[in-house]
């Protein structure tokens, strides 16, 4: 009771200050009207005026939702409620001043005083709630300070590097938290035109060539990188100076709080393997995304996946109707279903344990929860174990696809996305090949079917599971040594919510039978990243950790494509998916292959079954051995 007293008190206490400024601001507007010099006549007429004028003004502070701000929270929303209060106040002013007659000349304000306290009234009202905002704030930050003090804090010296919109943010919000155990010393940027400026009261020191010797001149223990879209030269550049300096280096990446105007600190983390692609972040153009998928029963395979799992993360804040995850790994499920119910509690989710290959169960499924949007992303996807198991990745790859495409066909969906690889390129591996017969098999789909089928195709995803990158953490968590293929080898990545969005964004635009291609940037040697993840770990390539070359592994390339010389690339309206015009097989065609690759899978005709591959596409180059395929030596994993 006491509680809800105080709150009424406080209530009571705010109306009394804002009808107070009201009738303040109205009598300083007539004050101003007349130079200071009141008439008589004019002052009656401002007593008769003064009570409705106050009503009106106080009455639209009541509709706009005012008083159920909290003051010291004050931000643009409560700045737009303000605004709207002070318009509709003075619109009725207005039209009793233009529409009254003559004789009721007491009641019409002038029109210069409606202006004056319209500015004087709603700027005093807001100014008393930016006053307590300020107020409370600065009691938090003593409070906060000498809850610090009393622990005995010590302060990290930071340096910041960029004093763009990141540093400027990052500034801001550490100024701001009384808490925070940072001291931002000043910046260090590039840019000429920012030599020696201040922002928020922090000089620009220097360059970065001159890192080591400020901080060392000025005691610094940590050094935060703060550039949206520095390039990987400029990245790497600048990680080769830090490792001459015997501090702390973290990085600040998160891109979307930048471009709100935001920034949380405990956002800042050390600099990881994918700060080093130098890849600019991907702007989904977010109402085509929404269109796409918003109020619908999206359904994604492969759910359990590294891309799968991104895709549910990434849908789910488009407010699907219903997300539906379907892989038959139960772990992968199990997390990324506890991960989405708690991060989005109002999400409808349903989590099938299911193999997409099993024609009854996908029957059922769709049938069940007649999903609008699907997204394939389960595929067998590791290249040397493929050759190892062709008939396994033809089943999953190329059967289930058509399977679980004609499902999608006869139950009206919406869109169909294939997500395939650059392997399906020219492919020399059973993987790759089966990724290239799936999209021929989507594009006959297109034409059998009102659905939209589309295919998306891009290069590696640094991180996702059996990815290069997790084996060469592992491998350097345990002493060495880190085993590359080959020294010239090279690979396009880009990281896993990029892909997830792209993916996304290719479905949006998809008007059924493209195969779309994504920008992947410039390719990655692998021997400079397993060096750069080496030095990340703070241990120096072929001193600390060995380095051993172990060469092409069956159905491996030096070189990964994404369009091959006779395939004509368009361009879309966003820069990063283009679309590869690739001429489709005839539909009698792909029925024939599917039944010749169905007879060689059943019967276990590996030999045969590559030898029809390479006939069937003429630019798949995969070895065909002059006897069965043989399995890899005991002593060599499929990870080495």
């Known amino acids: 009771m006491r509680l809800s007293g105080n709150r009424l008190l406080v209530k009571q206490l705010q109306f009394a200050v804002d009808l107070a400024i009201l009738v303040g601001a109205f009598v300083l507007a007539y004050l101003l009207r007349f130079d200071f010099a009141f008439p008589r006549q004019e002052m009656i007429h401002a007593l008769?005026?003064?009570?409705?004028?106050?009503?009106?003004?106080?009455?639209?502070?009541?509709?706009?939702?005012?008083?159920?701000?909290?003051w010291r929270y004050v931000g643009m929303a409560e700045m737009k409620a303000f605004l709207s209060a002070a318009?509709?106040?003075?619109?009725?002013?207005?039209?009793?001043?233009?529409?009254?007659?003559?004789?009721?000349?007491?009641?019409?304000?002038?029109?210069?005083?409606?202006?004056?306290?319209?500015?004087?009234?709603?700027?005093?009202?807001?100014?008393?709630?930016?006053?307590?905002?300020?107020?409370?704030?600065?009691?938090?930050?003593?409070?906060?300070?000498?809850?610090?003090?009393?622990?005995?804090?010590?302060?990290?010296?930071?340096?910041?590097?960029?004093?763009?919109?990141?540093?400027?943010?990052?500034?801001?919000?550490?100024?701001?938290?009384?808490?925070?155990?940072?001291?931002?010393?000043?910046?260090?940027?590039?840019d000429p035109n920012k030599q020696r400026a201040v922002i928020h009261g922090i000089k620009v020191l220097g360059v970065t060539q001159a890192l080591p010797r400020l901080v060392r001149e000025l005691g610094i223990n940590q050094v935060v990188i703060s550039l949206v879209q520095a390039s990987r030269q400029d990245f790497r550049r600048i990680l080769d100076i830090c490792e001459e300096i015997p501090v702390k280096v973290q990085i600040i990446p998160a891109f979307y709080e930048i471009l709100q105007g935001r920034l949380n600190i405990s956002r800042i983390r050390d600099v990881q393997i994918e700060d080093l692609?130098?890849?600019?972040?991907?702007?989904?153009?977010?109402?085509?995304?929404?269109?796409?998928?918003?109020?619908?029963?999206?359904?994604?395979?492969?759910?359990g996946g590294s891309i799968g799992s991104e895709l549910g993360r990434q849908l789910a804040r488009f407010e699907p109707s219903c997300l539906l995850l379907v892989d038959r790994s139960e772990l992968g499920l199990f997390n990324i279903d506890r991960e989405l119910r708690g991060t989005w509690p109002e999400l409808s989710l349903v989590t099938l344990v299911a193999d997409v290959g099993d024609r009854a169960r996908m029957r059922s499924t769709f049938a069940t929860y007649r999903p609008e949007v699907v997204i394939h992303a389960a595929a067998h996807k590791h290249v040397p174990m493929m050759e190892s198991n062709p008939g396994e990745a033809v089943k999953n790859n190329v059967f289930a696809t058509r399977?679980?495409?004609?499902?999608?066909?006869?139950?009206?969906?919406?869109?169909?996305?294939?997500?395939?690889?650059?392997?399906?390129?020219?492919?020399?591996?059973?993987?790759?090949?089966?990724?290239?017969?799936?999209?021929?098999?989507?594009?006959?789909?297109?034409?059998?079917?009102?659905?939209?089928y589309v295919a998306v195709r891009f290069g590696n995803v640094i991180g996702s599971a059996g990815s290069v990158v997790p084996v060469f953490r592992e491998q350097i968590r345990k002493g060495g040594p880190v085993t590359v293929t080959h020294p010239d080898m090279v690979r396009y990545f880009m990281t896993i919510p990029e892909a997830a969005q792209l993916v996304l964004q290719a479905g949006a635009i998809g008007q059924g039978g493209e195969i779309f291609i994504l920008n992947m940037g410039e390719p990655v040697c692998i021997l400079d990243l397993a060096k750069e993840i080496i030095a990340l770990s703070g241990l120096r390539?072929?001193?600390?950790?060995?380095?051993?070359?172990?060469?092409?592994?069956?159905?491996?390339?030096?070189?990964?494509?994404?369009?091959?010389?006779?395939?004509?690339?368009?361009?879309?309206?966003?820069?990063?998916?283009?679309?590869?015009?690739?001429?489709?097989?005839?539909?009698?065609?792909?029925?024939?292959?599917?039944?010749?690759?169905?007879?060689?899978?059943?019967?276990?005709?590996?030999?045969?079954?590559?030898?029809?591959?390479?006939?069937?596409?003429?630019?798949a180059q995969l070895e065909v051995a002059s006897e069965s395929i043989t399995p890899p030596p005991r002593n060599r994993s499929f990870l080495d």
């Open 87 to 190: 318009l509709c106040s003075a619109l009725p002013l207005f039209a009793l001043r233009v529409w009254l007659p003559e004789e009721f000349q007491q009641w019409r304000v002038p029109l210069s005083v409606i202006v004056i306290d319209t500015f004087l009234a709603f700027g005093g009202v807001l100014g008393a709630r930016v006053i307590r905002r300020a107020q409370y704030e600065r009691d938090q930050k003593q409070d906060k300070r000498a809850s610090s003090d009393s622990g005995n804090g010590h302060k990290r010296r930071v340096l910041l590097i960029g004093a763009g919109r990141a540093g400027m943010l990052a500034t801001k919000e550490i100024q701001n938290r009384g808490d925070s155990d940072m001291k931002i010393i000043g910046f260090v940027d590039d």
């Open 48 to 70: 008769v005026q003064l009570p409705y004028v106050v009503l009106i003004q106080f009455g639209m502070l009541l509709l706009t939702g005012v008083y159920t701000f909290i």
């Open 403 to 452: 399977e679980l495409g004609e499902l999608a066909g006869e139950y009206g969906v919406d869109v169909f996305v294939l997500v395939s690889t650059d392997k399906a390129v020219r492919p020399t591996s059973i993987m790759g090949a089966t990724k290239r017969v799936a999209e021929l098999v989507v594009q006959d789909l297109n034409r059998r079917f009102a659905t939209r």
């Open 277 to 303: 692609l130098g890849r600019e972040p991907v702007r989904l153009d977010e109402e085509d995304v929404r269109r796409f998928v918003s109020g619908k029963t999206v359904m994604i395979t492969g759910a």
């Open 541 to 619: 390539p072929f001193e600390d950790i060995e380095i051993v070359f172990t060469g092409l592994r069956p159905g491996e390339k030096l070189f990964e494509e994404l369009e091959t010389s006779d395939e004509q690339i368009v361009r879309t309206r966003h820069p990063k998916i283009f679309i590869g015009r690739i001429a489709a097989y005839p539909e009698a065609k792909v029925s024939e292959a599917l039944e010749r690759l169905m007879f060689f899978t059943r019967d276990g005709e590996e030999r045969e079954l590559r030898k029809y591959i390479n006939a069937l596409l003429p630019e």
